[in-house]
């Protein structure tokens, strides 16, 4: 039935209520559920302005988890905040 109002899916509207109940600063393991790993940076010597990122993590490498980035791309969080 129209009523004239906009309509919303149910799962916009839970998705608009839990995102608004979330903390300013969550915690990214507890919050929002991702599991923090350590990664290697590795300077790459033929091009100075790429890195790689390797997972410390045997059974990641196996499954190719790898980033390759431009040196400009790549920041520390903690002084963007």
């Given at each position: 039935m129209w009523t004239?109002?906009?309509t919303q899916?149910?799962?916009e509207t839970e998705l608009s209520t839990?995102?608004?109940d979330q903390a300013v600063d969550?915690?990214?393991e507890e919050d929002l559920g991702y599991e923090l790993i350590a990664w290697e940076k590795i300077n790459v010597v033929d091009d100075a302005d790429q890195v790689i990122f390797l997972p410390n993590s045997?059974?990641?490498l196996?499954?190719?988890a790898?980033?390759?980035s431009d040196?400009?791309?790549v920041c520390d969080l903690t002084d963007r905040r």
């Open positions: 004239g109002e906009q899916s149910r799962g839990n995102w608004r969550p915690d990214l045997e059974e990641q196996r499954d190719d790898f980033i390759v040196e400009s791309a």
